[in-house]
């Protein structure tokens, strides 16, 4: 983060403003990616004059960065009308798309509007690869011809590469495609659970040997060491911080108007069909709790090696069961990174220990036949 | 000396944070603060004003300075801020020539 945005947003922080916003215009997609975390299905979304409303109050309350993401955002007939009314209200405007949808008259009217950038979700350079992923033969070529009319139009154009077992190796081969294009790459490696919290698209994610082959890749990482380095202590400074933005400075909107406090967040704190946006920001008793919790107040991970490095997401531990203790994901992470297991994972073995004692004892107290 | 207008630039995004503005650049999203008085600038640069007028009714009635010297000043500001195309100069008034062309919040 660049110094100036860093004070940007310890300013907004101290104001309570949320400073950025993702609004997904629809979960409806055109492509039926195999992670996806999302029902497809219409169940109401927001109208044309709801959102535009909402886009008001969002600027009204200070809102700055808007993502506009989805399900596909061109699914929506009114996305230029809504992306208009947007850049009138002068939001800094993210887009994410799988760009299947973009053509000339498109990538030139995203020009004239000025967003800020598009990030378009690629898998692998192979057409095999990326559109078994997808579901949708050809994806692949349709999005890699959008992202030409983007930069075509001077657009800053992001591929972002999700890691799954099944692309696993073909990360080095997406990166050289984006230096070709001429765009910026970057590479997550978690997969979300489902909205309703199913655990399956989790399984398509990369396991630990695949992890520690991303962490030692210096090209990815930078100074592998010191990537991988065992975290000193965590100072009281770090111990008194946010676990991140997430209800802070940021939230997300769903396209049935419910408020979160991110995208990988499914708390809910308040609908906009139902109330001012600025309120549910404010006063939502679910926000203010998220909002109020330090990294002191972490269950299990106060006492872990990893805390002060931890990329722990509190979303996914709260998909998890409590947004004040592990996420699993992370502590895999972690142990990849460093080798050293997490307090979570040293918590489980034990409780497995445990578990294996409670089922024998009853069997050895058995009579002798 | 002859009139200079000023307009925001609708390529830029902009938002005000405790009465501070935000700007991000439309030419290579570098972010910007601009202090209070740029803020004023940037609020009342509507193309129809002029810059003379935006600092004797804007500038001068707020802030302790001197007229001439806050012209000067504001001159200087504005042309530094034209260099980085957040705001668009000119002898003439300036027509919004972009529909989406944004009301700063
Ligand atoms: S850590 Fe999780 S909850 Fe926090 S901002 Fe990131 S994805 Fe959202
Ligand atoms: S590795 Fe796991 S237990 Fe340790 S801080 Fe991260 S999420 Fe918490």
Known sequence: ?369 | MSSLYLARNPRVAARSLDGEMMIMSGRDSTLFTLNKTATVLWQFADGATPLDQIVERRICSRFDVEPAEALQDAETLARELASREILQLSEEPILPRNPVAGEPR
């Not at chain 1, 979303?315 to 050293?340: H, I, W």
Request: hydrophobic content about 40%.
């Open chain 1, 1 to 369: 983060m660049s110094s100036l945005l860093e004070e940007v947003s310890a300013k907004a922080l101290k104001l309570n403003i949320p400073l950025s916003v993702q609004l997904d215009l629809t979960y409806r997609c055109n492509e039926r990616c195999v992670h996806c975390y999302l029902d497809h299905d219409d169940h109401g979304e927001m109208t044309t004059t709801e959102i535009k409303h909402l886009l008001d109050e969002m600027a009204d309350a200070g809102v700055f960065i808007l993502t506009l993401s989805g399900g596909e955002i061109f699914l929506r007939k009114d996305f230029f009308e809504l992306l208009e009314h947007a850049r009138r209200l002068m939001f800094c405007v993210k887009l994410k798309t799988n760009a299947v949808l973009i053509r000339e008259r498109e990538a030139a009217r995203l020009r004239d509007l000025a967003v800020e950038s598009i990030q378009v979700s690629i898998y692998s350079h192979r057409p095999e690869v990326h559109d078994a992923i997808t579901l949708i033969p050809g994806s692949l070529q349709r999005s890699l011809n959008a992202i030409r009319f983007l930069k075509s139009q001077g657009l800053k154009v992001i591929i972002a590469n999700v890691l799954m077992t099944q692309n696993m190796q073909d990360y080095p081969g997406v990166r050289a495609l984006a230096e070709e294009l001429g765009v910026e790459c970057t590479l997550d490696p978690t997969v979300t659970p489902m909205m309703d919290g199913n655990r399956f698209t989790v399984n398509l994610g990369v396991d630990q040997s695949a992890l520690r082959q991303v962490f030692r890749d210096a090209s990815l990482v930078g100074d592998v060491n010191e990537f991988c380095a065992i975290p000193a202590k965590p100072s009281e400074n770090e111990l008194e911080s946010t676990p991140c933005s997430a209800g802070h400075t940021a939230c997300y909107v769903s396209p049935y108007g419910e408020v979160f406090p991110c995208v990988q967040f499914p708390l809910p704190t308040g609908n906009v069909r139902r109330q001012r946006f600025v309120d549910i920001w404010r006063y939502s008793i679910q926000m203010r709790e998220v909002r109020s919790i330090r990294v002191k107040d972490l269950t299990t991970c106060t006492s872990c090696t990893h805390v002060s490095s931890c990329t722990r997401c509190p979303g996914l531990a709260y998909m998890e069961g409590n947004m004040r203790g592990p996420s699993s994901q992370d502590c895999e992470k972690s142990f990849a990174r460093t080798g050293v297991p997490s307090a979570n994972m040293l918590e489980k073995k034990r409780a497995g220990i445990n578990l294996v004692q409670i089922r024998v004892l009853p069997n050895m107290a058995r009579p002798a036949a």
